[in-house]
């Protein structure tokens, strides 16, 4: 199995200890953390050497995309150059957001596959994959089951990128969306939630309660039967770790760290 964490939540950590990024990154490889994924933005090559000198591999690259309003911006293509700068080939172009008006939905949506269709293509080209995660925003097509397949159904190149706690604010359960998408799910941010109030920024789901966030492995989302069904089908991606919006970072990287300890044990 191999695990990973999101550069941000390094990023957080290194800021609560008030240490370097080096520092960060010795302690997440020390933690049993492999990769990491990262926005776009943050590639650099002085990152690129921190990351290797840490012995640390960039997984997936992300970036958000605004093609309702315009399919034909690809920010300059910065995911692709920002990807080919870290070594990666999994891209996640986020297609963007509903403006909130009910009668430019079907246009903006039409949009976005627009968008990411031809984004989807130039990847290729550059021998990459791109892959769709549920979006955990009330405004964003792809929050649901249905959202992911009206997409993957017009690009059929899309992967997925399986978020194991998004699906939750639409208040659809995990295991029927693995269901549908195991089948060409290459990565997997491993994040769970609680609906026990703490000091992190809860997100509100769709029937109006409130969602935390945690650390992985201490909320309600079967983290565990995801990864077994996962590695009976011979996953060879990433499990990676995300709790953005946490009170905590250095905390719940080092309480991931063990759950993914004790899966690895379990295998």
């Known amino acids: 199995m191999k695990f990973g964490v999101f550069l941000q939540h390094l990023q957080m950590a290194a800021r609560e200890q008030d240490c370097g990024l080096p520092e960060i990154f010795a302690e997440a490889k020390s933690l049993g953390y492999d990769y990491v994924n990262m926005d776009c933005q943050d590639a650099s090559e002085e990152l690129k050497e921190q990351l290797a000198a840490a012995g640390l591999t960039v997984w997936e690259i992300y970036d958000n995309f605004r093609w309702a309003e ?5 920010n300059d293509l910065r995911l692709i150059r920002a ?18 008006d ?3 939905e079907p246009t903006e949506l039409a ?3 627009q968008g990411l269709a031809a984004f989807t293509e130039e990847a290729g080209k550059h021998g990459m994959i791109c892959g769709m995660e549920d ?9 649901t089951i249905d959202g992911i397949r009206f997409f993957q159904e017009r690009i059929p190149q899309l992967q997925t990128f399986f978020d194991t706690g998004n699906f939750f604010i639409s208040c659809e359960d995990c295991l029927e969306a693995f269901a549908v998408f195991r089948h060409n799910t290459v990565s ?7 609906m026990e109030m703490n000091s992190g920024h809860p997100k509100t ?3 109006g309660s409130l969602m935390y966030p945690c650390a992985v492995g201490s909320g309600i989302i079967p983290l565990r039967e995801i990864a077994r069904q996962l590695e009976e089908q011979g996953f060879t991606g990433v499990y990676a770790a995300e709790f953005f919006d946490t009170d905590n970072y250095t905390r719940d990287l080092q309480k991931s760290a063990q759950f993914f300890k004790e899966l ?4």
């Open 264 to 267: 690895q044990e379990q295998k």
């Open 135 to 143: 979006y955990d925003h009330l405004l964003s097509p792809i929050r």
């Open 188 to 194: 997997v941010h491993m994040k769970d939630r609680t």
């Open 102 to 104: 009910p009668e430019r």
């Open 111 to 113: 949009n976005m596959v």
């Open 70 to 74: 315009d399919p034909e911006n690809m």
């Open 83 to 100: 990807a080919e700068l870290m070594g990666s080939t999994h891209l996640l172009p986020v297609p963007g957001l509903y403006s909130g």
């Open 205 to 207: 789901r769709t029937d």
